[in-house]
């Protein structure tokens, strides 16, 4: 029995630890309850209020222009992103203060202030200036985890361009569709980046892509490899375009409604939707969030272990930190390699005092043993984070007791790429906390579970959880598809006589006694695998475009250490002759190829047939329960071929 169990009944709460609370900007429930007072009665006045705390060109007339599902945040005000997350510090003693802290997995390691920053920001921006980029156009980002990524976004961000980031453990074949989805005119890279010892040749993968990208006309890459340089589109080197261009590049005052950048996510539906995100809104969302959630103070040294490629990279590795002067601490590698204790060394050597990282990390770094991080001195933490799936209480206490030694609160944030910024988190020096829950929604943001008909469900009773007023940091749109936006978020629970239209967010969700939310996952075809969103109907589609597969369906088991792992249901072409081991790679493989790696199922099965309703729809709930449980218990009476059912509860029992 794990030794945590008897420290997990439901309702056992963490006090903020009183050396935190001492410290703490807010730091008794008398505060936070005035804050979510204030916030209740008048919830426009309340983001007017956080919107005046970074800095604007120019001031906005309407705060909200609501028309059900199109929010406007501050319409009229004038804003630059790079400005509020770079220059408002030369001013100040935050100027030489160090941005960033870069390590690569190869003992490389980088530190750049503030002015530094600045510098490289205005030469990139300057850069991307004369090759002719202009503001609303796009620019495809394609890196890994390094300061050159972080420049290539704020200089986007300085001139008005759409920065467009794409995870660089996606394909060459998804990389080209979110340039092509995205009618991107440059693509930013780098010849390789590391991951776990090896050279990941991200410029290859541009390369390839390239070949059917019309929309790209300039291609940039650290360390530019010489050989290939072609006309069009044309190469440029990172390093030459750097120092031959001027520092000075003024930050363009920015509409608040222009569009910051777009970000690819999964959906439940076979093609990624890049969701809009615009300036002014979003950058008062994730301003307040980081520091209500992170209470941040200037000795911090803040480490996010998350990609660029996804938004808690865009959100609180780049614009929330940087906004609030904090030192930031990043990584090029595997967090387990050189070595399994790497990630506790970098908290140790560089005496970071924040961690922010996903459950599904801290279930790996827990099942390699205490003896790892007890080697290091983990003593500069104050505060821990998590992020992208529920964490399961025993997760939580060790993450509490072995890396916090108690003396840390957890913050355990519930948001998503479509929320901007975090909705649902504890304040780490006022509010209690529990293990699995990410407690209550931060003041402004008005979070609910309900039913079906859209009424708020009693306490203890599992819902949808939705959204019932918009917020700064929402997405605005998909791009180019405002009919899909609508669809999916919107039209679950339209307005009606009670409501004015909720935000549906895709997740399952209850309240207990306290009103603390208990996230309880995905209700839609999205899956979360190791805190990476992936939607199976993309995979699927990966997976028929295979010639060897007739049908696919997936679906998600439950794993100790993953969250959930990915489990294909296949059948094959009639005329053609398989190897079944072979093909099982081939097409663990090709997934690969189509996607990334990440999207590798975990197994594949093969069947004769899929269980169906009578409409022929897969019914993906057979196939959970047998993955999951092996058996069948659900109502079976709409299936159309009983025979296909068996014959997948024998190839399970095999
Ligand atoms: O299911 C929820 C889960 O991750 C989804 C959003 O994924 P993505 O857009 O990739 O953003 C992840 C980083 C913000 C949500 O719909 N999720 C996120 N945070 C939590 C969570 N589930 C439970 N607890 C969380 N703290």
Redesign the pocket.
Known sequence: MNSFSSLLQEHRLFQPPKQFSDNAEISSMDQYSSLLKEAQFDILEHWSKQAKRIHWFSSWNTILDWKHPKAQWFKEGTINASFNCLDIHLGTEYKNKKAIIWEREDGHKIELTYAELHNKVGRFASSLKSLGIRKGESVTIYMGMNPEAIIAMLACARIGIVHNVVFGGFSAEALRDRINDSSSVCVITQAITKRRGSDIPLYDAVFSALQSCPSIREVISKDLPKSDKQETPRFHDWDSLLTSHEVVCDPLHIESEHSLFYLY?SGSTGKPKGLVHTTGGYLTHVHYSFGLVFDPKPDDVYFCTADIG???GHSYVVYGPLMHGMTILIYEGALNHPHPGKIWELIQYHKATILYTAPTAIRAFMSAGNQIPNAFDLSSLRLLG??????NPEAWMWYHSIIGNERCPIV???????TGGIM?APIPGAVPTKPGT?TMPLPGILADIVDKSGNPTPSNVGGYLVIKHPWPGMARTIFGDDARYEAVYWSEFPPNDHHEGMYF???GARKDDDGYFW?M??VDD?V?VS???LGTAEIESALVSHPSVAEAAVVAKPDEIKGNALIAFVTVMKDRPVDIQALKQELKDHVAKEIGAIAKPEDIRFTEGLPKTRSGKIMRRLLREIVSQGTISGDTTTLEDFSSLEKLRSSDEE
């Open positions: 996510t996804w938004i808690t998590t992020v992208g799936e529920p964490i355990d944030t519930w948001w998503q790429t479509e649902i990410a967010t895709g997740d996230i996952g995905r999205v979360n805190g990476h969103r």
